[in-house]
């Protein structure tokens, strides 16, 4: 069983962001949105900054409290929307109870948004046509692309549903041939519907819950899991000491995760290359 690390497709992508980066008049501009200071979020807003540096885009965020007026906070969001100098922008989930996540995406200009959550970003995954991909979906399938793993043909099976991994994930999967089942909390038979799967890609959020049991001899695996166990570690949906029968496993740290600022950075030095061509 080989390890799959991030390292190499996240320097693919972040070579290419900077190049994209240096070629236009003016750097590409991300703006991230939080709300609070929860630690995940810190974190990955830290992770990104020091990405988008990396490849040449000027990175700015913008911290709310939780309980700020949702009127206040949607006139400076209509602003930073309209403004010529930003090329994208970034919400980090989930939302205050005040601040409707369908009104945010529904008004967000789908040129700025860089994580795929505007409804004209889904609609056009849906149909299969060109859009901005959720960041962390295109990371698991830059790094199969990276890795020379065929998905035409191949079973995939995706556990978890949710609209920020699962489902986007399960569309990009059908957009290149694989035969792709998608399984949830209510799923029968889930470790038989995985071990039908030569791409299995768990995004689950229960720790170490796929374990040899779930996997066929040869299967490439991908854990998108991010969980933090009751004695501090963090860890994966997958027990990948129990996964020698995979043909790839990608760990936890430094696997899907570390891919998707590399992603994001991509997407913001496209759509800035994408705005200062039709200006
Ligand atoms: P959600 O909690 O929104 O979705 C989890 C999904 O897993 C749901 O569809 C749920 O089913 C399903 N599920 C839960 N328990 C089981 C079970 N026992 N058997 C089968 N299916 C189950 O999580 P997200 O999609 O947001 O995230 C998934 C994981 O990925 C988390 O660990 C998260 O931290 C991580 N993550 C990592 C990112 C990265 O950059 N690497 C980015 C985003 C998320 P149901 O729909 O029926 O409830």
Request: charged share 25%.
């Amino acid at each position: 069983m080989n390890i799959l690390k991030g390292a190499e497709t996240a320097k693919a992508l972040t070579e290419k962001a900077a190049s994209i980066a240096d070629s236009l008049r003016r750097p590409p501009k991300l703006v991230i949105i939080r709300f609070g200071a929860e630690g995940s979020d810190v974190s990955y807003e830290n992770g990104a900054k020091k990405r988008m540096a990396k490849c040449h885009i000027d990175c700015e965020s913008r911290v709310y409290e939780p309980d700020t007026d949702p009127e206040e906070f949607f006139r400076e969001f209509a602003a930073l929307n309209a403004d010529e100098d930003v090329d994208g922008i970034l919400v980090l989930q989930p939302l205050p109870a005040g601040i409707s996540a369908s009104r945010l995406f529904s008004s967000m200009d789908p040129e700025k948004d860089m994580d795929g959550a505007a409804p004209e970003n889904r609609l056009r995954l849906f149909e299969g046509r060109k859009c901005v991909y959720p960041c962390t979906p295109e990371a698991v399938i830059r790094m199969i692309e990276q890795a020379g793993i065929e998905l035409k043909g191949k079973r995939a099976v995706v556990i978890g549903r949710s609209l920020v991994v699962g489902k986007p994930l399960a569309m990009m999967l059908l957009e290149r041939h694989a035969t792709v089942t998608v399984c949830h909390s209510r799923t029968e038979n889930l470790t038989s519907v995985c071990r039908e799967a030569d791409i299995l890609i768990a995004a689950v959020g229960r720790a170490e819950m796929i374990d040899g049991s779930y996997i066929k001899e040869g299967a490439a695996v991908f854990d998108v899991g991010i969980n933090v166990t009751s004695d501090g570690r963090l860890v994966g949906d997958c027990l990948t000491s129990d996964l020698s029968k995979a043909s790839f496993v990608t760990p936890v740290p430094g696997g899907v995760g570390s891919v998707t600022t590399s992603v994001l950075a991509l997407h913001v030095a496209e759509a800035a290359a994408k705005k200062l061509a039709d200006g």
